[in-house]
């Protein structure tokens, strides 16, 4: 596997964190980046897995020390990061790094890092994005409002990212991330 970060991003509700998930259970050569959060756990989240829960304090500390990559307010209201030091450690000893992040953490981390990989996870329909949001069931009524109209802006970013992957199932979208990471680094973009 070709040292480096790979970048993957997508609308809310597209299955981020099932394909990251996936990954982490079944390719033990990819290093998952895990993200700190201002958000509560979901239901079977694990601290130091899942996220870093942080309160509002911790991450102000992370944001003014320069201890974050990138980091964004996500549907305007919790605030995401991913720790910089443990992905630089992970890259440096030649491992590649796999972010699950949202669109602006992944703009952010486009100019950090111009040479990071970015890959747009899909849904292979908005009625099948529509029906993942509503079928979770951890958000109300007004906040699945909010999340779809963000999820439309979302969509209409793909363009900017180097490759597209759609989640038909979480094993096949799973197996062509990691296909994408071999991909050497100085390949051009398609």
């Not at 509002?56 to 307010?73: T, Y």
């Not at 720790?83 to 949202?102: C, M, Q, T």
């Amino acid at each position: 596997m070709t040292p480096g970060l790979l970048v993957l991003a997508g609308p809310t509700a597209v299955g981020k964190g099932s394909v990251a998930g996936y990954i982490r259970e079944n390719f033990p050569d990819v290093h998952l980046s895990v993200s700190a959060t201002t958000r509560a756990p979901r239901p079977g989240e694990t601290e130091g897995v899942s996220y870093f829960f942080v309160d509002d304090a911790e991450f102000d500390r992370l944001v003014a020390e320069g201890e974050l990559l990138e980091w964004a307010i996500v549907h305007n209201a919790n605030r995401y990061g991913t720790p910089r030091g443990p992905v630089d450690a992970a890259i440096a000893a030649g491992h590649s790094v796999l972010l699950e992040i949202d669109l602006q953490g992944a703009r952010s981390v486009r100019e950090a890092m111009p040479e990071a990989k970015l890959i747009f996870l899909l849904p292979p329909s908005w009625d099948e994005l529509v029906r993942r949001l509503t079928g979770r069931g951890t958000e109300n009524a007004e906040e699945q409002a909010r999340r779809l109209e963000t999820a439309k802006l979302e969509l209409a970013a793909q363009d900017e990212f180097d490759y597209r992957v759609v989640n038909h199932t979480v094993s096949e979208a799973a197996r062509e991330v990691v296909d994408l990471m071999q991909i050497r680094k100085d390949s051009a973009r398609p």
